[in-house]
């Protein structure tokens, strides 16, 4: 196979949105018969790119060639007509159908108006051997688990003669496991003389999988190099365009008055195996305590358990002196706990309502809020001014629906709403997930700001740095139970990294 | 930092006390955010107005003038007694799309608003014809009857929810059913009440300390008064207090609401068992002021045209008054227009042309406002990302 | 997006909904008139003095359902049809298409310069009290209605069922073979009461020791009364089992049942309100021995001639075996035998001879 030549060549591409440029001077050359990676964080225009090769939208400016053939894409279908497929990061599968009819959902081999499975089926299976990607034709897709899912979605863009992939974030979704069965399909799929395009943000990954990795910075390509060329900090320092910023000075001591007491917590999972097990730990007045952990592993359920919306079968929950382990959420929220949760849309904000209705969300009992029963809009509105002066939200006004916000301000909005509440325990959730570097930076610096103050912090996030970075103290969580307690001198993203998949070495041993 | 950087001339932030004012005029009449509230009434009139011209094709095709329909409709309309009926139409239509409203704000269906308000005007009539109070009093309880039955029968679909997991759309339908196989059995089996001689058997007569007065004689209930106090205490509750609040944040994002300590089983019973009491309340001009008792002639349909009204009148309570009255005025033409040798299916065909083109309209709408409001918000955060 | 598809979603089932409601309030068509649910299938008697009068104005007031129902409402267009004919009438029809449009309806046809306004169905009585109580100069007139002190102007058309009933009652005794015959009725109301009473009058009348089975659907307001055919034959093929050879069924829609049962147990069923051998099958015909005939077109044409000729006074106009109100039907031929017999107690009636109760 023509490894040197160009499956996909990408020149001088910009793309422009009202009032924000999101890519511009991209260069990308992708060799055919090559996995290569795209990295870059979250904002920084991976996206906004691949919808262009993707012909989701069309470029300002820049020509778009694969193999060595100039292309317009005015839609997917035209990319799709080119060889080109996408594996978007949301699955686009209808539950109610089996494997089969959705792989072949709007590509149906039609023969005098019947739809032809059995041929349909040939295919598959030629496809499937081929590629060394299985999966059941015929189970419905709601039976599948998110890695088959994903499966279904790979099968789906080479059932349409997809010869370059784009996978976008394929690995958020998965359990580590799922992660090397994937990164073995990508493998066998590219011995077979594809080419993939592999969009990440999480480094070691990218060092395993790929042939070749593009770094994209502030919407344009700011370098290209191999894996074996490069370290990981010198790609992360690449992705961001300076040193990490992460000052670990910190102006006041951790208090000894115990905020938040877990002790014992076990939560029942979806099968016999428990969410949680036996999960205890204690946070200090000005302490962070840091979870560190692949998504998944439990992370969540202790979040719901902590704030009153799973109820464990074993364990208790203190905080300040009182045991919170019966109690509802509301009373947890009203007694000084605050949570910024993992997803900010699905669980933080109310997308349709105003800046103001948002940041009065959770804070309604409080008085100062209230006439009578009646919400006092106007000191509600007065309060969200100062939450987004203080938090450096990026709007016009208070009255401006939540969705106009960007990822960032969004999230500045929510940790400001959180933190306006003057907590005595934060449960903050991947608090800078998705947020560009400025905002990002601000949201740490009102963390330690709150911290200094006595705030008791519950840090989960699977951003490394963040974790050393922010925290006084390290669990690591690992298949619903701590597996590893360390302090953040002797943590290392090494040494954490093999905490966190420690239950892969169990099982591979 | 907010407001400074809003540096672009055509920032809708530059308002001026006068543009404040308007806004804050605007603003009552949607509940929202400025943006919405002129582009929600524009948008709803301009679904009247596209659904009229459809109508209208409609009528043409079929060899009728559409002009000439439609002036009919406002001569015929625009009397003082044709007003008069219109209001008293809408009443019950209003009562009912409020009722629909209150669980649409919760992003709840109350597709039982239909069976809740029999429920009510049944046990209202037969409670309401074995007791004796004084005027006042009798008809506070006869409503507190009808509210109460409503309320109950909503309940079933809100528990049915919470416990198990069933759709409230399903249950709600199925109730309607039930409903009627119910009333009809206990009318049957114990409070029906024969006058020798007449065929409309109904529940005993009320007494006369339950009757409504009329506001304008035979023509326009008292009742229409309650409606209007209904409305307020729905624009009240839902918009204004913080139970309100509660109410929408579920409505909008439930899980979000849950992780702020807003429970939404709660939530769900709640605003389930206001909007069957309020559906309770739809059938009291038929009940107090018109035939004062129950009987199998009753009227139909205040249920799924409260829900229409509350579609259109987009479940805010001057939306809600103005989509009554429409429905109502409509209601009231289709005779006149039968005379007029056109067929008064053409008022249904109207209703049910604006309530699509309501969605359609809405939702092109929408899109393009949440789209532009999104721009505006991005342009005026003056970083386009490489500014370089 | 997600919450405007359920929006989307819910619109289309609120406008069907709308949809549905108005076909549904086809149905109350039983609920209002049931009773004589009838195709009074015609053949007027034309008294027809066809003069020419001036400005014969006459609304006419359907309730939900209206022409076209095949049963009441049409019976009463055709008696306005023919009033239209043979008068001169000037007819102006409107039609409910829900219970609020009642009272509305009455009174735009009362704006619209009819002197006469006939109402169809009883359920116009509470809009037609507040009518008529403000439009005294206005005549109206309701079919099977009645309410307690009314206006002067109100005339309610009531059909002596008892006279037709006695006279299928004789028809029935005198073809009976085993001396057993039956009478489902549909509510147990006074009116239906009538048809029983007649009809077992008119049996004994022949045959002083025939048995008659009697039951009833349902109670005063019950209107399932009037649309259940399953109970019906049930019923009938219990009684036809037993011995019983013909059945005679005043109950609406569920009439058919009784019919249904004759097919099955080669029995005679007697129908009711219209000639039912002219909407039967084929092999139904074979079993439907006559019908009791409730001739609401000649309470409507009789009302406007007499609306007409200045005579209509109010109160309860009952219309009998004299003015052709009820009767019977003979298609089919199976009375053929018979007929004369029948034609004297008919007779009999007019003249006063025999006298039919009116509560068994």
């Known amino acids: ?509 | 930092m907010s407001e400074p950087i809003a540096t672009e001339p055509n920032a809708p932030s530059a308002e001026g006390t006068s543009a404040n004012a308007v806004s804050k005029l605007v603003s009552l009449f949607t509940g929202r955010s400025q943006q919405s509230a002129l582009v929600t009434l524009a948008s709803s009139l301009a679904a009247v107005a596209i659904a009229l011209v459809l109508a209208g094709i409609l009528l043409w095709a079929t060899g009728k003038s559409p002009f000439d329909a439609y002036s009919k409709m406002l001569d015929a309309g625009l009397t003082n007694d044709k007003l008069l009926e219109t209001t008293q139409r809408a009443t019950p239509l209003i009562v009912a799309a409020v009722a629909v409203a209150i669980g649409f704000k919760m992003n709840l269906f109350n597709i039982g608003v239909e069976g809740q308000y029999l429920m009510g005007v049944f046990w209202a009539a037969v409670v309401g014809a074995y007791i004796h109070l004084p005027s006042v009093l009798h008809i506070g309880l006869i409503f507190l009857v009808a509210m109460a039955a409503g309320a109950l029968w909503a309940a079933v679909p809100a528990i049915l929810k919470v416990k198990k997991g069933v759709n409230e759309v399903i249950a709600t339908i199925m109730l309607n059913t039930i409903t009627l196989s119910i009333i009809d059995w206990a009318f049957q089996e114990q409070f029906r009440y024969e006058i020798p001689g007449q065929l409309d058997v109904k529940t005993k007569v009320l007494p006369t300390t339950a009757w409504l007065p009329d506001l304008v004689k035979n023509r326009l209930s008292s009742f229409i008064i309650v409606a209007l106090v209904v409305v307020l205490a729905f624009w009240l509750i839902v918009y204004k207090s913080k139970f309100g609040f509660r109410l929408r944040a579920s409505g909008a994002n439930a899980v979000a609401a849950r992780t702020a300590g807003i429970s939404s089983n709660s939530m769900i019973v709640t605003s389930m068992v206001m909007s069957g009491a309020i559906a309770g309340l739809a059938g009291m001009t038929y009940l107090l002021s018109t035939s004062h008792a129950y009987g199998p002639t009753r009227p139909e349909g205040y249920g799924f045209n409260g829900i229409a009204v509350a579609l259109l009148g987009r479940n805010h309570p001057a939306g809600i008054i103005v989509a009554g009255l429409l429905w109502g005025f409509l209601d009231s033409v289709a005779g006149p227009l039968q005379i007029a040798d056109i067929p008064q299916s053409i008022v249904l065909v109207i209703k049910a042309i604006i309530l699509l083109t309501v969605v359609i309209v809405n939702e092109v709408v929408g899109r393009r406002v949440a789209k532009r409001t999104a721009d505006r918000t991005a342009a005026q955060l003056t970083l386009p990302v490489v500014a370089a | ?360």
Not at chain 1, 393 to 415: F, I, M, W
Not at chain 3, 67 to 81: E, K, V
Not at chain 3, 132 to 141: K, L, R, S
Not at chain 3, 294 to 322: H, M, N, P, W
């Open chain 3, 1 to 360: 997006m997600r919450k405007s598809k359920r929006f989307a979603a819910i619109a289309m089932v609120a406008a069907f909904g709308l949809m549905a409601a108005a076909c549904g309030d086809d149905d109350k068509t039983d609920t209002t008139s049931a009773p004589e649910a009838s195709t009074g299938d015609t053949t007027g008697d034309t008294t027809g003095d066809t003069t020419a009068p001036v400005d014969l104005n006459v609304g006419l007031a359907f309730d939900t359902g209206g022409r076209g129902d095949g049963t009441f409402n049409d019976s009463a267009a055709r008696g306005a049809d023919q009033a239209q004919t043979e008068l001169g009438a000037t007819v102006t029809e409107l039609e409910a298409t829900n219970a609020e449009d009642r009272q509305p309806n009455l009174e735009t046809l009362t704006d619209a310069g009819n002197g006469l306004v006939v109402s169809v169905g009883f359920a116009f009585g509470d809009g037609l009290a507040v009518v008529a109580a403000a439009n005294p100069d206005t005549m109206y007139a309701n079919v099977d209605g009645f309410y307690a002190d009314a206006t002067e102007n109100v005339t309610f058309l009531s059909f002596a069922a008892e006279q037709g009933s006695f006279l299928v009652g004789a028809a029935a005794a005198l073809k009976s073979e085993s001396g057993h015959i039956g009478f489902i009725g549909g509510q147990e109301i006074d009116l239906i009461k009538a048809f029983e009473a007649g009809y077992t009058a008119g049996a004994k009348y022949i045959n002083p020791d025939i048995v008659v089975e009697v039951k009833y659907l349902g109670a005063a307001g019950d209107n399932a009364a009037w649309g259940s055919p399953d109970k019906a034959k049930e019923i009938a093929l219990a009684w036809y089992a037993d011995g019983a050879d013909v059945i005679y069924t005043a109950a609406g829609g569920s009439g058919q049942g009784t019919i249904e049962a004759a097919v099955e147990a080669d029995a005679w069923a007697i129908g009711v309100d219209s000639d039912q051998y002219g909407t039967a099958t084929p092999d139904q015909q074979g079993h439907i021995l006559t019908s009791a005939l409730k001739r609401v077109d000649v309470a409507v044409f009789e009302t406007i001639k007499a609306f007409q000729a200045g005579t209509l006074t109010g109160g309860v106009q009952v219309f009998d075996l004299s003015t052709d109100g009820v009767g019977y039907s003979t298609s089919g031929g199976y009375l053929d035998d018979v007929v004369d017999q029948l034609e004297e107690i008919k007779a009999a009636i007019i003249a006063g001879d025999i006298v039919v109760p009116t509560m068994p």
């Open chain 1, 1 to 509: 196979m023509a490894t040197d030549s160009l499956a996909v060549q990408l020149t001088g591409i910009e793309k422009r949105f009202p009032g924000v440029i999101a890519n511009h001077d991209v260069n990308l050359n992708v060799r055919a018969g090559t996995i290569h990676a795209i990295v870059g964080e979250n904002g920084a225009g991976k996206s906004t790119l691949m919808k262009t090769l993707y012909g989701m939208h069309q470029p300002e400016a820049g020509t778009i060639s694969v193999f060595g053939e100039h292309k317009v894409f005015r839609s997917p279908s035209d990319a799709i007509d080119a060889g080109i497929g996408m594996v978007h990061q949301h699955f686009m599968l209808a539950d109610n159908f089996t494997v089969l009819e959705n792989i072949i959902l709007g590509y149906e081999p039609i023969k005098g108006g019947r739809v032809q499975y059995d041929q349909a089926r040939l295919k598959l299976q030629d496809i499937m051997a081929q590629s060394g990607t299985h999966v059941d034709l015929d189970a419905p897709v709601s039976d599948l688990g998110v890695g088959q899912r994903q499966r279904v979605e790979i099968l789906k863009v080479l059932f349409r003669g997809a010869r370059i992939l784009i996978l976008d974030e394929p690995t958020a979704v998965l359990v580590p496991q799922e992660v090397d069965e994937l990164f073995s399909n990508l493998h066998r799929l590219v011995a077979d003389g594809a080419t993939i395009i592999f969009i990440s943000h999480k480094l070691d990954e990218v060092l395993t999988v790929s042939d070749d990795i593009t770094v994209i910075r502030d919407g344009t390509t700011v370098a290209e190099v191999k894996p074996d060329g490069v370290t990981r900090s010198k790609l992360a320092e690449l992705m961001v365009g300076s040193e990490l910023p992460s000052p670990h000075g910190r102006a006041s001591e951790v208090g000894s008055a115990v905020r938040l007491s877990v002790t014992g917590i076990t939560v029942a999972g979806l099968g016999e195996k428990h969410a949680l097990e036996d999960v205890t730990f204690e946070i200090h007045e000005g302490e962070v305590l840091g979870i560190a952990g692949v998504e998944g592993n439990g992370q969540f359920e202790l979040c719901e358990t902590i704030i009153g919306l799973t109820k464990p079968i074993e364990g208790s929950i203190v905080m300040n002196g009182d045991n919170i382990t019966h109690a509802s959420p509301h009373h947890r929220l009203m007694s000084g706990l605050s949570y910024i949760p993992f997803d900010r849309h699905r669980e933080g904000l109310l997308l349709d309502a105003p800046l103001w209705e948002n940041t009065l969300l959770g804070r309604d009992g409080d008085p100062q809020f209230l006439k009578g029963p009646f919400i006092n809009a106007a000191a509600a509105k007065a309060d969200s001014r100062e939450v987004i002066e203080r938090f450096d939200v990026r709007t016009p006004s208070e009255l401006v629906p939540a969705y106009a916000l960007s990822g960032g301000n969004q999230q500045k909005l929510l940790v400001g709403r959180e933190l306006s509440s003057h907590p005595n325990v934060l449960i903050a959730a991947h608090p800078t997930r998705g947020v560009d570097i400025g905002a990002q930076a601000a949201i740490w610096e009102k963390l330690r700001a709150a911290r200094d103050a006595g705030l008791a912090v519950l840090l989960i996030s699977a951003d490394l740095e963040e974790v050393i970075g922010l925290s006084d103290r390290i669990l690591v969580m690992f298949d619903g139970h701590i597996n590893a307690h360390l302090t953040p001198a002797e943590a290392t993203p090494e040494l954490l990294g093999t905490y966190m998949t420690g239950g892969v070495q169990e099982v591979a041993s």
